[in-house]
């Protein structure tokens, strides 16, 4: 069963545009998410989890229980930040991380 | 201090063929996983390792995949007779516990042909 969705493959948006990139989980029990970045050429990255209530880079993400989301946001998209983003859900029980497929953020100056 | 290293960044090998790939974790971490993402896809869950034990292999597709890591340390990720369909990107992260940060690897890319 799919637990993690992103249902955007791509998202595209001008420098200075705010963004949202989605990510749907379904579980049960009480969830700890993630953001993971990928920079070109780079390797996978820790952006934020939900826990630490922190704001990374100017990104933010809040859970919601209800709609068992975990969106990231941004008030105003920097060109730098263009990557590959992945949500990541963690089943403490099991100690499993399972991500999503990806979405990439294509910021245009 | 240095990340975590994985070896080779590129392997081809031949359908049937036997393949090793390895993880150098960061010093001191006792927790290792193993993933393999596939082209489009994220990070697909293959084993977590709690020290030497392996905590959880439930995501190993099947018998032909194979992880040890014999003391706490590096790990290798062993694939008997090779498939077309292994070809991903196998992935390794490390962690100073369960659940923590985890810190990933460059990955290693298998191309079986």
């Known amino acids: 069963a799919q637990r993690v969705t992103q249902p955007e493959k791509l998202l595209s948006v001008f420098k200075g545009a705010p963004v949202e990139l989605k990510c749907n989980y379904s579980?049960?029990?009480?969830?700890?998410l993630f953001w993971y970045v990928q920079y070109s050429r780079q390797r996978l990255q820790l952006l934020l989890r939900?826990?630490s209530r922190e704001s990374i880079k100017g990104f933010t993400a809040d859970l919601n229980k209800g709609e068992t989301s975990f969106h990231l946001k941004k008030p105003f998209a920097q060109e730098e930040d263009s990557a590959m983003y992945y949500c990541?859900?963690?089943?403490?029980?099991?100690?499993?991380?399972?991500f999503g497929s990806g979405t990439k953020l294509n910021v245009k100056p | 201090g240095a990340g975590v290293s994985q070896t080779p960044s590129n392997k081809v090998t031949e359908k049937g063929k036997y393949v090793e790939l390895r993880c150098d974790p960061i010093?001191?971490?006792?927790?290792l996983y193993w993933y393999r993402q596939s082209l489009g896809q994220g990070p697909e869950f293959l084993i977590y390792?709690?020290?030497?034990?392996?905590?959880?292999d439930s995501g190993l597709p099947n018998d032909r995949f194979f992880a040890v890591r014999p003391e706490g340390s590096v790990s290798t990720l062993k694939i008997q007779r090779t498939e077309r369909g292994d070809s991903a990107v196998y992935l390794c992260?490390?962690?100073?516990?369960?659940?923590?940060?985890?810190?990933f690897g460059p990955g290693t890319r298998l191309t079986v042909t």
């Open positions: 992260a490390s962690s100073l516990g369960a659940g923590t940060e985890q810190y």
């Open positions: 579980y049960s029990g009480s969830p700890e």
């Open positions: 939900h826990i």
């Open positions: 990541a859900l963690l089943l403490h029980n099991f100690n499993k991380f399972y």
């Open positions: 010093s001191g971490h006792t927790a």
């Open positions: 390792f709690q020290g030497t034990g392996a905590a959880d």
